[in-house]
């Protein structure tokens, strides 16, 4: 027989059209005037994707890992990788993936660096502000010297279904992406030995 689907009890993120179908159903029951007996459920809206930016290596560091509520602002410091950039460019992702080249470029901005200095020198900090609507703002400072990008709803994001393939194929690449992260980091401390000998 069939029972009625108590919307209360929805935990599913193995199934997300299934929470997103529910989800829809539950917001629509609570704004309809005449039905209350939703309680004290509280709806939030979440990042689909995690969002970051290309580091050294062609790596992804991630900002805003997935699933965090919005709205939300993380912020991130960081150097330079090479001796005398002039800029430095900031491309920002979304995914799952290790590397780069395996996520989705949603854009990118350049920030100059004037005096070039040597890498490691300038410290730069980054802001990513996601606000409930949807809309990514990322905010690059360095050395006085200010850049934004910001991305809305129209411009690259992708469709549920990419969303969708994007983690199955994080899952499926997880142990070699572990791989990746872990050389990255072991490198990146060698590199940080040399910076502070």
């Not at 004290?40 to 970051?52: H, N, R």
């Not at 005096?115 to 606000?131: K, R, S, V, W, Y």
């Not at 905010?139 to 994001?157: K, M």
């Amino acid at each position: 027989g069939l029972q009625p689907l108590d919307l209360r009890s929805v935990h599913a993120p193995a199934q997300p059209q299934c929470t997103a179908a529910c989800g829809a159903a539950l917001t629509a029951r609570r704004l309809a005037s005449s039905c209350q007996d939703v309680g004290d459920l509280l709806l939030l809206d979440v990042v689909p994707l995690s969002l970051g930016v290309e580091v050294t290596d062609g790596l992804m560091h991630c900002i805003i890992p997935r699933n965090t509520t919005i709205p939300c602002r993380k912020l991130w410091s960081f150097t330079t990788a090479g001796d005398h950039q002039t800029v430095a460019r900031i491309s920002v992702l979304e995914g799952e993936r290790a590397q780069a080249k395996d996520n989705h470029l949603l854009g990118a901005l350049d920030v100059p660096l004037s005096p070039p200095t040597l890498a490691g020198e300038p410290n730069l900090t980054l802001a990513f502000d996601l606000d409930a609507n949807g809309l990514l703002t990322v905010t690059a400072e360095a050395q006085g010297t200010q850049r934004s990008l910001t991305l809305g709803n129209d411009r690259g994001w992708l469709s549920r279904d990419e969303i969708e393939a994007m983690v199955r194929g994080a899952q499926e690449a997880a142990a070699a992406d572990g791989l990746l992260r872990a050389q990255h980091e072991r490198r990146q401390r060698l590199v940080r030995r040399g910076w502070a000998a």
